[in-house]
């Protein structure tokens, strides 16, 4: 009994005595973390990371990788990434968000993701898919085909807004090149 009882008193100093981490104000993303060092404001070491669900020491071990041959945009601090491909011979842009990590498919309940480019706005729209059962207002894949698209090598812009995982993002940069081949 007293072994039981010095272990729970040996843990709650433990706890008591721990660094005291501050959580983000509301509706802004986590602060950074270095992934190298396997701790940061929003996870201790083994904890998971609340953008992909990796523990920190598996999230220093991978690199995010587009997995269409398309470019990753990074929505804060690994709370989402972007994989947006271009498509020249077709003029489809295609914009695939995905969790932190990039390795699952994570769902926005807006129905379009409007970008600004140097020639104007452009409105990729959700797409609804009877195989996952993704709809508008509940889609991780945002599609625009467009004549102004075709035989571009690069596209240079900003993500208008963008709520995902329930933080605001506005003004995020990206410049994708076409898919190589196209």
């Known amino acids: 009994m007293n072994r039981i009882l010095l272990a729970f008193a040996t843990c709650l100093f433990l706890s008591a005595c721990g660094?005291?981490?501050e959580l983000p104000a509301a509706g802004k993303p986590a602060p950074a973390h270095d992934h190298a060092t396997e701790a940061g404001?929003?996870?201790?070491?083994?904890?998971?990371c609340a953008g992909c669900d990796a523990s920190a020491?598996?999230?220093a071990e991978h690199d995010h990788k587009p997995q269409r041959g398309g470019v990753l945009v990074e929505l804060g601090e690994e709370v989402a990434q972007i994989e947006l491909v271009l498509e020249a011979s077709?003029?489809?842009?295609?914009?695939?968000v995905l969790t932190g990590?990039?390795?699952k498919p994570q769902r926005l309940k807006q129905a379009d993701i409007k970008i600004k480019t140097a020639t104007g706005e452009l409105v990729l729209a959700a797409q609804a898919s009877a195989l996952s059962?993704?709809?508008v207002g509940d889609s991780?894949?945002?599609v625009l085909s467009s004549p102004a698209l075709k035989g571009l090598a690069s596209l240079k812009g900003q993500i208008v807004h963008v709520d995902a995982a329930g933080l605001p993002f506005?003004?995020?940069?990206f410049e994708v090149s076409a898919k190589k081949g196209e």
Do not use: N
């Open 90 to 96: 077709s003029g489809t842009l295609s914009a695939y």
């Open 140 to 142: 991780a894949l945002f």
């Open 57 to 59: 020491k598996i999230h």
């Open 170 to 173: 506005d003004g995020v940069p």
């Open 19 to 21: 660094e005291q981490k």
């Open 133 to 135: 059962g993704e709809k």
């Open 41 to 48: 404001p929003h996870h201790a070491p083994g904890e998971k």
């Open 101 to 103: 990590c990039a390795d």
